[in-house]
């Protein structure tokens, strides 16, 4: 694609970098067929190509409307056009650079800034979070039906409560995000994972310090606040990683795709690029980690149950680890039921639920109909905004892939 940017703008790094990542897309618009938004409303300036040349515009006339950031913000960042495009364009990376540039262009109205502060001042902070969360229990009744249904139960299908971590007492050592939703939506999901690499011969250990991936701000065009999360949580792994923690291990594919990301978030922080470079290259979803150990002893414990799993978009198309967790269930006797699109998002996509709610509830709705077309006993995940976002709305028990193991 030919582009024509202003000298100026391009002296900044990041518009250099979408200018060659629109260079590479050759508007072929296969990558329109896999578009869950595309899909949905049948508008080319809702596919990833319509987003494509409404980012280009932007650049080339440094002016952006209220258009432009309506389909930019329609967009989930599933990424599945990433895995569908044959020239490599990484969308991603571009609509990331794309929404920074319309919220100075096209700044939201004061509502809409404040409703976006709010849930960067709440979300990423846990014990913010839950008192937010106590509170909506207490008053569910009275908020719309549509709200209440995204309030997590205390006790629900998709929340058992956090069981007891083993000591840490192999030589073998992995840290573990804890994250800033999930210990509040899915408690077990940590504990679950403990568990099971404590059979191992693996402890799992948590740095207290560490908190938020710093996802939901990257999402939300706060790459600066996404990067002091960053190296807060840098900080705190540091001194695990130089005293031999062999990795780290994530449990949500949400955040591990954000903290493979941060050696090139981190790339021009000369205090924090070598260390940030290292924490990503250590950074493993904890299907990677299971792949790689003898799983022998797991053979058969799936007895046959039929499970319909879940394919999260930033573990397949982010990630790139699409079939592993299908491997890891295959292998120890699970049956899977068979799932179509399963390349498509179901709408949870980080903030995408509260912000798109339309849209979400249509893919949600959408996606369970897949998963419990072949009758399942349990639907399975690997991230917690998907699992939280599936329970909301499913009559089969909703877990992590890895508690199912796990309890098996
Ligand atoms: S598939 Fe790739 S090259 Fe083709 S239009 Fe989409 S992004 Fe561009
Ligand atoms: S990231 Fe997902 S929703 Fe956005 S353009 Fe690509 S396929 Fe469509």
Redesign the pocket.
């Known amino acids: 694609m030919q582009t024509s940017i202003s000298p100026q703008l391009l002296s900044n790094p990041d518009i250099a970098e979408a200018e060659s990542i629109l260079r590479?897309?050759?508007?072929?618009?296969?990558?329109t067929a896999t578009c869950p938004t595309y899909q949905l409303l049948g508008s080319e300036l809702d596919s990833?190509?319509g987003r494509?040349y409404l980012i280009k515009e932007m650049l080339e006339t440094e002016q952006a409307s209220d258009k432009t950031r309506l389909h930019l913000d329609r967009c989930l960042t599933c990424r599945s056009?990433e895995t569908?495009?044959?020239?490599g364009?990484r969308?991603g990376r571009l609509i990331d650079i794309g929404r920074e540039m319309v919220e100075e262009k096209a700044p939201r109205s004061l509502p809409a800034r404040l409703v976006r502060k709010a849930m960067l001042a709440v979300i990423p902070y846990t014990a913010r979070m839950s008192v937010v969360l106590t509170l909506a229990r207490v008053f569910r009744p009275l908020l719309p039906a549509q709200l209440q249904k995204k309030i997590p139960a205390k006790q629900s299908t998709s929340a058992s409560p956090a069981s007891a971590r083993p000591a840490a007492t192999h030589a073998r050592r992995m840290l573990v995000l804890e994250g800033c939703v999930q210990p509040l939506g899915t408690p077990n999901t940590n504990a679950a994972a403990a568990r099971l690499l404590d059979r191992l011969g693996i402890s799992l250990v948590s740095a207290p310090d560490a908190g938020c991936c710093g996802a939901l701000n990257q999402h939300l065009s706060d790459s600066e606040g996404a990067r002091t999360m960053m190296r807060r949580n840098i900080d705190a792994w540091w001194p695990h990683i130089e005293s031999g923690a062999e990795a780290i291990v994530m449990t949500a594919s949400g955040c591990g795709l954000m903290v493979k990301d941060y050696g090139h978030a981190l790339k021009d922080d000369a205090a924090y690029a070598d260390r940030a470079a290292r924490i990503s290259a250590l950074t493993r979803d904890i299907s990677e980690i299971l792949n790689n150990e003898n799983l022998d002893a797991f053979a058969h414990i799936g007895q046959g149950r039929r499970v319909a799993y879940h394919s999260s978009c930033t573990l397949q198309h982010g990630q790139k680890l699409g079939g592993t967790v299908e491997a890891i269930l295959l292998r120890s006797g699970y049956e899977l039921t068979p799932v179509a699109d399963s390349h498509l998002c179901c709408g949870a996509a980080g903030s995408y639920t509260l912000l798109q709610a339309g849209l979400s509830q249509q893919l949600l709705n959408n996606k369970l109909a897949s998963l419990c077309e072949g009758k399942p006993k349990v639907i399975v995940s690997a991230n917690v905004g998907c699992q939280m976002h599936l329970a909301s709305a499913s009559d089969v028990p909703v877990k992590h892939w890895i508690e199912l193991l796990e309890q098996s």
Request: aromatic residues 12%; proline residues 11%; positive net charge.
């Open positions: 590479a897309c050759v508007h072929c618009g296969f990558c990833p190509r494509i056009c569908t495009c044959p020239s364009v969308y």
